[in-house]
Nanobody, 122 residues
Framework: QVQLVESGGGLVQAGDSLRLSCAAS????????MGWFRQAPGKEREFVAT????????LYASAVKDRFTISRDNDKNTVYLQMNSLKPEDTAAYYC???????????????WGQGTQVTVSS
């Protein structure tokens, strides 16, 4: 069992940066690949980024590649999403999730946080 709590969301202007954090409980954090997903009002949840459990291999959605960076600190049981050059279309609730697979598919993720809101004004 893994419990996830996101933080770091907020209201920013286009071009600004934010760093989201996701703190995990439990001793097995380093066993899970971690992902970030987002969901805007009226839209389906979409993949943002994922990172492997220990090797640091990453995968990004094309919409955020070169602007967002996912990282993790297994000693702190925390995964991060550094978001630069934010755009209004990045406005969404952002969720972190844990999976035993390195995947962009939300169905592969068994554990989810409650989400943190990111709003980017133009």
């Amino acid at each position: 069992q893994v419990q996830l709590v996101e933080s770091g969301g907020g209201l920013v202007q286009a071009g600004d940066s934010l760093r989201l954090s996701c703190a995990a409980s439990g001793r097995t954090f380093s066993s899970y690949a971690m992902g970030w997903f987002r969901q805007a009002p009226g839209k389906e949840r979409e993949f943002v980024a994922t990172i492997t459990a220990t090797t640091g291999k990453t995968l990004y959605a094309s919409a955020v590649k070169d602007r967002f960076t996912i990282s993790r600190d297994n000693d702190k049981n925390t995964v991060y999403l550094q978001m630069n050059s934010l755009k209004p279309e990045d406005t969404a609730a952002y969720y972190c999730a844990a999976s035993t697979s390195f995947s962009a598919a939300s169905r592969q993720y068994a554990y989810w946080g409650q989400g943190t809101q990111v709003t980017v004004s133009s």
